[in-house]
C-alpha cells in the first residue's frame, strides 16, 4: 500500500466543526485554487484524515446537495463537485465574517429590533431570527433583539425584501441598569463560553505550533498529510468559532481579548503548515 493510500485511510484527528464548515473550508482554501471541481472520491480522500467516515461524508455531501449548494458533473461514472452560485455565496458570507470582519469602535448606543411577525409568516419569521443571529444579534426575548453596531440597513433590507416592514420596530437606546454595561454584555452575549472556546483554541494550536517547530528543527518533520489534517482542523475549528462571535467591540469585551490573539496564532500556523498541506493535497488530486 502507498504513502497515499495509508494517508487516506487514517484520520488524523476528528474536527469539532459542521460538515458545511468543513466543505467551504476544504472548496475555499484547496479546491478553488485548482480550479473549482473535484472528483467525489477525491473529495471523500480529502476528508477522511479529518476523521469522517465515507459514508458520513457521502450522507453529509446529499445533505447539501439537496440545498443546491453543488454543481455535479457527470464524466462517464464519476461525478465532480463544484460549487453553485448560493454554494459560493455561503462560503464567501463564511470567509468575510471569518478573516474580514474587525472588531469596530462602539458608539455608545444599543440597538434594538422588535417585531410581531404573524404565524402564517412563520418561515419568515424564524429568517429573520437567523439572520439577526447571524448579524451578531442577541436576544433579549423570543420577539426582541439587541446589538451595539448600527445594522439597520442590512435588517432594512431583509425587511423590504420580505415585505414585513409592517410587523418589525427598530429603536436606539442607552444602557441603564444596576449592572455596568460590561457586565450586561458579558450575561447577554454569554462572552464567557466564547472567549473559553478561544482559550482552548489557543492552548491547542500554540502546542502544535511548538510540535511542528520542534520536529523541524530535529529532521523529523511532520508528513504531509498530518500538516494537512491540522491545518485544515486550525482553519475549520477558527471559523465555527469566529461564526458564533459577535464581534462585539473591543470596548465592551475583556481586556486582553482572546479573540484577537487566536487570530494572530491562526495566520501563523496556517502559513507555517502551507507548503507541507499543499502537497499532500496535489498528491491527491493527481491520482
Not at 473559553?196 to 528543527?217: A, C, D, E, Q, V
Not at 482542523?233 to 464581534?247: G, S
Amino acid at each position: 500500500m502507498s504513502k497515499i493510500s495509508r494517508a487516506l485511510r487514517k484520520p488524523h484527528r476528528k474536527t469539532d466543526a459542521r460538515f458545511p464548515t468543513v466543505v467551504f473550508t476544504l472548496f475555499g482554501a484547496y479546491i478553488i485554487p485548482r480550479g473549482g471541481e473535484v472528483r467525489v472520491g477525491d473529495l471523500i480522500g480529502l476528508i477522511r484524515p479529518l476523521g469522517f467516515s465515507a459514508n458520513a461524508i457521502r450522507l453529509g455531501l446529499s445533505r447539501m446537495s439537496r440545498y443546491r449548494v453543488f454543481k455535479v458533473r457527470k464524466t462517464g461514472r464519476e461525478s465532480r463537485y463544484s460549487l453553485s452560485t448560493k454554494g459560493m455565496k455561503g462560503m464567501e458570507q463564511g470567509r468575510v465574517r471569518a478573516f474580514e470582519t474587525e472588531y469596530r469602535a462602539w458608539d455608545g448606543k444599543l440597538r434594538l429590533v422588535a417585531y410581531n411577525i404573524p404565524e402564517k409568516s412563520r418561515n419568515v419569521r424564524d429568517k429573520f431570527r437567523v439572520r439577526l443571529h447571524n448579524l451578531g444579534c442577541a436576544s433579549l426575548s423570543s420577539a426582541v433583539w439587541i446589538s451595539p453596531h448600527d445594522l439597520s440597513s442590512e435588517i432594512t433590507r431583509f425587511i423590504d425584501e420580505n415585505r414585513i416592514a409592517q410587523f418589525v420596530e427598530l429603536f436606539e437606546a442607552e444602557y441603564e441598569g444596576p449592572r455596568s454595561v460590561k457586565e450586561f454584555v458579558a450575561s447577554t452575549w454569554n462572552i464567557s463560553d466564547l472567549e473559553n472556546g478561544y482559550r482552548g483554541f489557543i492552548r491547542k494550536y500554540t502546542k502544535l505550533r511548538s510540535r511542528f517547530r520542534k520536529m523541524t528543527r530535529i529532521g523529523r518533520p511532520m508528513a504531509p498529510s498530518e500538516c494537512f489534517a491540522e491545518r485544515f482542523c486550525l482553519t475549520a475549528e477558527y471559523v465555527a468559532l469566529r461564526l458564533d462571535d459577535p464581534m462585539l467591540p473591543l470596548g465592551l469585551l475583556p481586556d486582553e481579548w482572546a479573540g484577537a490573539a487566536a487570530h494572530r496564532l491562526h495566520d501563523e500556523m496556517w502559513e507555517l503548515l502551507e507548503p507541507a498541506a499543499c502537497e499532500f493535497v496535489d498528491s491527491v488530486l493527481k491520482k
